[in-house]
């Protein structure tokens, strides 16, 4: 076996970070980037229609991102939210970004959540989700969503991390419309 | 950013791996394999006591294994089970080892499933989920399981995913007993 597991980001991201460093304080410009890296690894051909973001909840400064790389590096836990979390948790220094010292993060996603992503976020020391899109729109292009725990956004609130969903719904639903009418292919379609 | 995630399994498991590729037709066996994964995972300091190793269902044949990598490589993703999954679907060249082609695969754990965990099983690909200590015997020890699907083994079972419980569960749980005894970090605590 490899010593190390390795999957590459989009090779087009590290120069859009470069680009987008910042502040953004209103909650839809801080979702239209999300769906921008959806937007964008669908024009690149470097993954599935969605993307994600993380930001300090305070000064609403972008930290890392993330897309969909399922396909593009053969590893089913490759979601975007995984990617952005894992990003910031390497820039940041530290597994648990709840940890003193580190800002407090924020998860932007063009959508909610899957099962394993949603159990993800405890671990993560993500304090706030924001979604774009619903499970119910990423089922409508043949996308899974997984057995997500039934009461999910109230078990995150038990943790002490807070939901907010149907930021720019609309838009992430159009992203994702694009990837099919592009014939993206839709994976772990037969569960 | 870096554009590459990178993250390091244990430099003694290759070497592990090569020495222990066989046939394990014994179920007992196999978990075994995976108990003794996380020993060595807190005999050599490379990370949290859990153990995970990928099989052939039909030969039995070792595949893939990993160990708990979170505090260690600095990613709370960095469960067993994600990393012997993952490094299942590199060998094996595909991220879904349901695709036809390959073998029908298990994953053989030394403790339940976190939520996350759980949620990553149906895009693994996995079709059989052996388990060591249950989660109360890691609650036991301070670990947290997070916020698990109350229905897990069924939501598992209506995707064809089969689950078998307690395999060795007390050998499973005297190695988290030495990780405390050997002072051990348990880390996701104050969730």
Chains 1, 2 share one sequence.
């Not at 000064?59 to 990617?83: K, P």
């Not at 949603?118 to 990423?138: E, Q």
Request: hydrophobic share 40%; glycine share 8%.
């Amino acid at each position: 076996m490899e010593l190390t597991l390795c999957l590459n980001y989009p090779d087009w991201l590290p120069e859009w970070l470069l680009s987008h460093s910042g502040c953004y304080p209103d909650p839809n410009t801080r979702m239209r980037l999300a769906i921008e890296l959806s937007q964008l690894n669908i024009q690149h051909e470097s993954g599935g229609p969605f993307g994600a973001a993380i930001f300090d909840l305070n000064s609403h400064t972008l930290i890392a991102a993330g897309t969909n790389r399922v396909v593009s590096c053969g590893a089913s836990f490759a979601h975007a939210e995984i990617m952005a979390i894992t990003a910031a948790q390497k820039k940041l220094g530290h597994f648990d970004l709840a940890t003193n010292g580190l800002p407090r993060c924020e998860l932007v996603s063009s959508c909610q959540p899957c099962a394993m992503c949603f159990g993800a976020i405890p671990w993560s020391g993500i304090r706030h989700v924001a979604c774009g899109a619903r499970d119910s729109d990423a089922r409508n292009i043949g996308f899974d969503e997984g057995p997500r725990h039934p009461d999910w956004i109230k078990a995150l609130n038990n943790r002490n991390i807070s939901v907010d969903l149907d930021i720019c719904r609309d838009e992430a639903v159009a992203i994702l419309q694009a990837y099919v009418k592009k014939n993206g292919p839709i994976y772990n379609t037969d569960l």
